[in-house]
């Protein structure tokens, strides 16, 4: 799958060839902002479609660049794919994600309403991440229901191993 | 005649012969009339009440009522009665007092949903399973049920299952000291 660069996004790559090996940029700062700009699309949107090498030579091919200059962009692309691809899924939609789970055993002794009690508990601590912010919550439940929550789990993670599941990872690629 | 909505429901359940049957209906109607036309009577039965909320939530056996109810001068036959009804009570009348009083968000139960991801609009292929929990949530504060959702991946739903499963040894441990 080739990768489609717009006659604009060429332009602006077209500065690329001309910085020399010292690094000093004789151009104005919109040429330099555009290259990046370019630089930039160009490697997120085949980070995005995880276009092959050789459909990634092939794109930047058309720009006509020196053999170098192609060699050192393809490296650029296969070194910082998969960093890119990881900040691009943080971008989707997403719910609080799960971080970590403490937990704590309690026992209730006495209340203000009820002495002499022995009510176990489990208190647990759930760190959340969300948009990079850290969210925690503090909950409690009884051991009956702890039981219950591994028991379900549990067949959500089986659900994996079925048949089902593994054919449709095995055939959608 | 004007009541009030709750008034009205709450008079229209002693139509109810499921609620209250016809022993019950009697009994109940004499003491509304008693408890406005007998000032004594009303006074007796509030602290009738306060008496046996109290002896729950202190865990009264029955020397200590028969005792107290001794020096209050009751003879020996309804102090009989009094012993059986609260014995026939003892049980609800914890649960209830058990329940009573604030806790942190108590998890009621749990679902799940498991997904494979194939692309989003700023990523494409990419081809991975993902899981979404949803803690149903109770509050004490409030009677609203909250929920908490958060998606994990199969290694965080590893994670979470492993730590939840030392919590529920850790209990068993625990509970056979």
């Not at chain 1, 692309?77 to 994600?97: C, F, H, M, Q, V």
């Not at chain 1, 969210?135 to 219950?148: E, G, I, R, S, Y």
């Not at chain 2, 409030?142 to 040894?169: H, N, R, T, W």
């Given at each position: ?37 370019g630089l930039?699309y ?20 058309v ?32 719910l609080?994600?799960y971080?970590n ?21 489990v ?24 039981l ?26 | ?7 009205q ?7 109810d ?11 109940l ?48 036959e ?18 209830l ?20 991801q ?60």
């Amino acid at each position: 799958m080739l990768l489609e660069l717009s006659e604009e996004h060429k332009e602006h790559l077209a500065f690329l060839p001309q910085v020399d090996s010292a690094g000093k940029l004789n151009v104005s700062s919109d040429t330099v902002q555009h290259g990046v700009e370019g630089l930039t699309y160009l490697l997120t949107e085949s980070s995005k479609l995880m276009i092959s090498e050789l459909d990634f030579q092939d794109s930047v091919f058309v720009l006509g660049f020196s053999e170098e200059l192609n060699k050192l962009l393809l490296q650029l692309y296969l070194d910082n794919r998969k960093e890119i691809r990881t900040i691009l899924s943080e971008l989707a939609p997403s719910l609080p994600s799960y971080h970590n789970l403490e937990w704590r055993l309690d026992v209730q002794l006495a209340s203000r309403s009820l002495r002499q009690q022995i009510k176990p508990a489990v208190t647990i601590k759930l760190h959340l991440n969300q948009n990079g912010d850290h969210n925690t919550k503090v909950l409690q439940t009884d051991p009956a229901t702890l039981l219950h929550l591994v028991q379900q789990l549990e067949q959500a993670l089986e659900e994996m191993k079925t048949n089902h599941c593994r054919r449709v990872v095995r055939n959608i690629k | 005649m004007e009541l009030s909505e709750s008034v009205q429901k709450g008079f229209q359940m002693l139509a109810d012969p499921r609620s209250f049957d016809s022993n019950a209906f009697t009994l109940l109607l004499r003491a509304a009339f008693q408890s406005l036309l007998d000032a004594q009577a009303d006074e007796a039965v509030l602290a009738a009440a306060t008496y046996i909320l109290e002896a729950g939530k202190h865990r009264a056996d029955k020397s200590t009522l028969s005792t107290y109810l001794e020096d209050c001068k009751f003879d020996r036959e309804r102090i009989e009665l009094f012993c059986t009804e609260y014995q026939n009570n003892k049980n609800s009348l914890e649960i209830l007092l058990g329940s009573i009083g604030r806790s942190l968000p108590h998890i009621t139960d749990v679902s799940w949903r498991l997904e494979y991801q194939i692309k989003t609009n700023q990523l494409h292929r990419m081809y991975r399973p993902a899981y979404l929990v949803t803690l149903s949530v109770q509050n004490t504060d409030s009677p609203s049920y909250p929920e908490i959702s958060f998606s994990c991946s199969m290694e965080q739903l590893q994670d979470l299952v492993g730590k939840l499963k030392d919590a529920s040894k850790s209990l068993e441990r625990a509970t056979q000291l």
